[in-house]
């Protein structure tokens, strides 16, 4: 079992930044793990915004690239999503996601909510 804690969501005017926070209770830094942030609209599917191995390899949707960046500090089990230039349409609840690479396991955070609005 892995327990993740989401902080650092909120409201923020359009064009401003927010950082959110993830913080897992197993390591990940293992090449078989990967962290991401997804996020989910009221009645809309969860989809990926950002994605980092245990190995540091990123990957982000296309809607968010050049505005957001995925990091981790390993020695902290934590990967943050730094969110700039934020849009009215990245308002959503993001949830983070750890997932053992080799076997599919999946656990998810329990959300955090980001607002984008002036």
């Known amino acids: 079992q892995v327990q993740l804690e989401e902080s650092g969501g909120g409201l923020a005017q359009p064009g401003g930044s927010l950082r959110l926070s993830c913080v897992a209770s197993?390591?990940?830094?293992?090449?078989?793990?990967?962290v991401g942030w997804y996020r989910q609209d009221p009645g809309e599917q969860r989809d990926a915004v950002a994605i980092?191995?245990?190995?540091?390899?990123?990957t982000y949707a296309d809607s968010v690239k050049g505005r957001f960046t995925i990091s981790k500090e390993n020695s902290k089990n934590t990967v943050y999503l730094q969110m700039n230039s934020l849009k009215p349409e990245d308002t959503a609840v993001y949830y983070c996601?750890?997932?053992?690479?080799?076997?599919?396991?999946?656990?998810w955070g329990q959300g955090t909510q980001v607002t984008v609005s002036s």
């Open positions: 996601n750890f997932r053992y690479l080799t076997t599919g396991t999946t656990y």
């Open positions: 197993r390591s990940i830094s293992s090449i078989i793990t990967a």
């Open positions: 980092i191995t245990g190995d540091g390899r990123t």
